[in-house]
């Protein structure tokens, strides 16, 4: 069964460094979300990207977050500058429509800022 | 704005004994409605939909708009059903992101 890959499981970085999050959505899927959840804390939405662009995004996903779609198969979020509450599992998913399918998640990358 | 509300961080209860993890909700349009269940090194699956109305692995949801709520039951619970749960709402109309609550983490006791 397809699935979501996300990488790498675990990224560590220095605060004021950029990371790029990658993940491979399932192959015939059109909406693809970023979510991440601060340790202890609930799985908050930052981004849904359909069609080559941003659809939604919530609060956090301020100016130092951006999303990319490079080759068709890859998704990508960069963080330009991180910060230590940047520290969270990052996790993909993609679905195939906005009717209520299922959303199928990635198994998460765990980034630490130092 | 939309919001997904759980009030067990923990429930543990017997093997064989019914279990309800609790899932109230607050939005002013008509809620779509999931539970994910995320099991130990695994990753987050969903379990059921409202919209489905079905019955995966003993559990079922219904949705109460009157109380906003979306309960999740099993009658028999087994050991195996031990992991976390996630009640998720999704607003119509929207990009179908997720709204999470803070999760049920579930222990089924031999």
């Known amino acids: 069964e397809p699935e979501v890959t996300q990488t790498p499981s675990h990224q560590v970085t220095q605060m004021g460094q950029e990371v790029i999050l990658r993940c491979v959505p399932i192959?015939?899927?059109?909406?693809f979300y970023w979510y991440r959840q601060i340790l202890g804390q609930k799985v908050e939405f930052l981004v849904s990207?359909?069609?080559?662009?941003?659809?939604?995004k919530s609060e956090i996903f301020d100016d130092q977050f951006s999303v990319e779609r490079p080759d068709g198969s890859n998704f990508t979020l960069k963080i330009r500058s991180t910060k230590l509450e940047d520290s969270a599992m990052y996790f993909c998913?993609?679905?195939?429509?906005?009717?209520?399918?299922?959303?199928?998640f990635g198994p998460g990358t765990r980034l630490t800022v130092t | 704005a939309q919001r997904v509300t759980q009030p067990e961080k923990l429930l543990s209860v017997f093997k064989g004994a019914p279990v309800e993890l609790k899932c109230n909700y607050s939005?002013?349009?008509?809620?779509?409605l999931f539970w994910y269940v995320q099991y130990s090194r695994q990753r987050l699956q969903l379990l059921l939909r409202h919209i489905s109305r079905e019955s995966i692995k003993g559990f079922t949801a219904d949705l109460n708009k009157g109380e906003t709520s979306f309960h999740l039951k099993k009658p028999f619970a087994q050991e195996e059903d031990s992991a976390m749960y996630y009640c998720?709402?999704?607003?119509?109309?929207?990009?179908?992101?997720?709204?999470f609550g803070s999760g049920t983490q579930l222990t089924v006791l031999p």
């Open positions: 998720a709402l999704t607003a119509s109309g929207s990009a179908r992101q997720l709204t």
């Open positions: 990207f359909y069609n080559n662009e941003i659809s939604e």
């Open positions: 939005y002013s349009g008509s809620p779509e």
């Open positions: 998913a993609s679905t195939r429509g906005t009717a209520p399918y299922e959303q199928y």
């Open positions: 192959s015939n899927h059109l909406y």
